[in-house]
């Protein structure tokens, strides 16, 4: 009677299991075959042109255009050192706003509020991408204020090699 509980607990405990072989090796014989094949450019631009993730349709040539500001130092030594300072930061401006343009811009924001009563708030922007081949399209510096107005242009294959992933 014991042997027969046995058997009954065995086979309601291993009733829907199956074995492939001998301590799960596999049954058959066949070969797993790996095969490697080189991919480039124009491989992966098909795909992604199957796969819909490249439209036909974009324009031949996207333009983007930023305006940046720089402020002259009040501490510089002459006006030409004021003058140049303003523009390198002007430019530098500019540069950061084709940045944002072409890859975003990361925001962290923090408020802390105490007593049902806001205390402190910061907000953090960082700007992190490499824009080549813009061009200074306007350049002005009046009362201080010096402005760079800068123009990039990229073309349809340039734009999809680096932007289409």
Known sequence: ?????FLLAFLAI???CSFNGFMGEPTS??????????????DLREVMKKEKMIFDSTPAQVSFVAVGEGIAPINAVSQAQALTL??????ADAYSQLAGKLYGVK???EDTVRDAMLKDSSITTKVQGLVKNATI?????KSGLYTVR????????????????
């Open 137 to 141: 399209t306007e350049e002005g510096f």
């Open 1 to 5: 009677m014991k042997n027969f509980a």
């Open 29 to 42: 014989t066949a070969q797993r075959e790996v095969v490697i094949q080189k991919v480039d450019k124009d």
């Open 86 to 91: 303003a523009k390198r930061a002007a430019m």
């Open 107 to 109: 925001i962290n924001a």
């Open 150 to 165: 800068m123009k990039l242009d990229i073309d349809q294959d340039k734009w999809q090699e680096v932007f289409a992933y």
């Open 14 to 16: 291993f009733s829907g």
